[in-house]
């Protein structure tokens, strides 16, 4: 549960920012969304295998 501490005389709308700000970093929605559709473990394969490419392409430009 996501607590966010108002004090007194606090503007209501810094505290809805802080509440979506430390929901965000939850990861709650991120999930929800990942979950809503299968992937096949093969196709999961694959994409983590083209993004591993990718970032040793980006290592290898920086060096």
Known sequence: MIVVPVKEGENIEKALKKFKRKFEK??????LRR??????PSVLKR?????????Q??????D
């Open 47 to 55: 994409l983590k295998k083209e993004r591993a490419v990718y970032v």
């Open 35 to 40: 979950r809503q559709q299968f992937d096949k």
């Open 57 to 62: 392409q980006l290592q290898q430009v920086e």
């Open 26 to 31: 939850t990861g709650i929605v991120k999930e």
